[in-house]
């Protein structure tokens, strides 16, 4: 079909409250038993068949060691292959908390500051940028309170534009910004939450204008590496021509359920990749999970403790809503690519975050205060994966969390 109807089309299946999928509610070889535990599957398989999941994978963290783990269901409906503990899941938006985390280390190496502008950063390349687009601050990008509203249907055209045919990903990303240059932010920087993918898609731009490199190559040198996160990549879980890999599944207007294993349907744009492209198996997220709880103190070092600090800590309060879409922000704080959110039946806080691309859901759970983690995936969207999500955390939380005394 022509191309602009194919962007047409694809507007319309990824234009879902998923696409900004969030709740506000370690070592590099981290310890694990190569076998998750039966009952842990046991649990796992209940609630995927409750909820009608393809499959379904968790893992808990604690101390830095993986303890409990399990992966049931199939790789896409209509098939028989079984997923594995290693299968490669879609992260979505739970990849912002990985996008502050390599803008702290540009803040620790001098690159950047917390306080620098995108005019700053950027005004060589986006000439007749919106002065008051221009004061917008790297941590106010980072926390939704940049002013860029939520995606709009004008915003999601550019991450859908042809132009994504001629250029490499770090020019692509100027493009879309330089398209959108002319706006000013809806309201006062710093003064209003917005859950806006086109703000980390402007801090991955920044990040690559003071690395030098695409923020692929970042996250991949500077997180996947240092972590050990070998099953982590990019884009589409699955390999081209392989189901080797837990793949989403889009569900139309009318419940028609399709498995999307390849190709540009079965990711959100690659231009918005640091606002949610990452996959890895539920071992190296809980991994990840493991390093935050742990705040970095077992190492390795990817930032200093007092710029972790600071990506922890709230930034602004989520007015709360008489109604939301799966995975969107019902009330809670916002810090830097985290939620944080005091559950009723918790004694405190935690980070936590929810990703998705319209066809797979990822849900985190970090406690720094117990130095523990919880995470759950599925290759199904929605409010059945959500559910299933929120069931299977809490239940791992509360076996897993100290008692009180």
């Known amino acids: 079909m022509p191309v602009s109807a194919w962007v047409k089309e694809r507007i319309v299946i990824h234009r879902r409250s998923c696409l900004a999928s969030f709740l506000l509610a370690f070592t590099p070889a981290p310890a694990f038993a190569l076998e998750p535990a039966p009952s842990l599957n046991d649990q796992l398989e209940r609630t995927r068949a409750k909820h009608g999941l393809p499959a379904l994978a968790a893992a808990v963290v604690k101390d830095g060691k993986i303890v409990d783990s399990g992966a049931v269901g199939v790789r896409a409906l209509g098939s028989a292959v079984k997923v594995t503990i290693g299968d490669r899941f879609h992260l979505g938006s739970d990849t912002k908390a990985m996008t502050a985390t390599l803008a ?5 190496e001098g690159k950047l500051q917390w306080s620098s502008t995108i005019g700053d950063v950027l005004g060589a390349e986006l000439l007749g940028l919106n ?32 132009d994504a045919f001629h250029y490499n990903l ?35 731009a920044m990040l690559e204008k003071v690395a030098g490199i695409s923020w692929e190559e970042l996250i991949t040198k500077r997180i996947y590496a ?25 569900v139309s207007d009318k419940g028609v359920i399709t498995p999307m294993p390849w190709g540009p349907a079965a990711d959100l744009p690659p231009v918005i990749g640091p606002a949610g492209s990452a996959h890895m198996s539920v071992l190296d997220f809980a991994a990840w999970a493991g390093w935050n709880a742990g705040s970095g103190k077992r190492g390795p070092a990817l930032v200093k403790p007092e710029t972790l600090a600071n990506i922890y800590r709230p930034k602004i309060t989520v007015p709360k809503l008489a109604s939301s879409g799966p995975g969107m922000p019902k009330e809670g704080q916002y810090a830097f690519g985290w939620g944080v959110v005091k559950f009723d039946w918790m004694s405190g806080p935690v980070l936590t975050h929810n990703g998705s691309n319209s066809m797979n859901f990822a849900k ?22 959500e559910d299933a999500s929120n ?15």
Do not use: C
């Not at 702290?104 to 620790?108: E, Y």
């Not at 985190?364 to 994966?385: E, S």
């Open 104 to 108: 702290g280390m540009m803040v620790d």
């Open 131 to 162: 002065r008051h687009l221009a004061v917008v601050t790297l941590e106010q990008l980072l926390s939704h309170t940049s002013g860029i509203p939520s995606d709009t249907n004008p915003i999601v055209e550019l991450y859908y534009s042809a």
């Open 170 to 204: 770090p020019a692509l990303r100027l493009r879309v910004l330089s398209a959108w240059k002319s706006h000013a932010p809806v309201t006062p920087p710093g003064s209003a939450f917005h859950y806006a993918n086109l703000g980390y898609l402007t801090v991955g």
């Open 226 to 250: 240092p972590l050990g996160l070998a099953s982590a990549g990019l884009g589409p879980q699955a390999s081209t021509g392989k189901l080797d890999a837990p793949v989403g599944h889009d």
């Open 364 to 385: 985190i759970v970090v406690d720094p205060d117990h130095d523990l983690g919880v995470v759950v995936m599925t290759n199904f969207p929605g409010q059945a994966a």
């Open 391 to 405: 069931e299977t955390f809490e239940a791992l939380y509360r076996r897993h969390a100290p008692k009180a005394t």
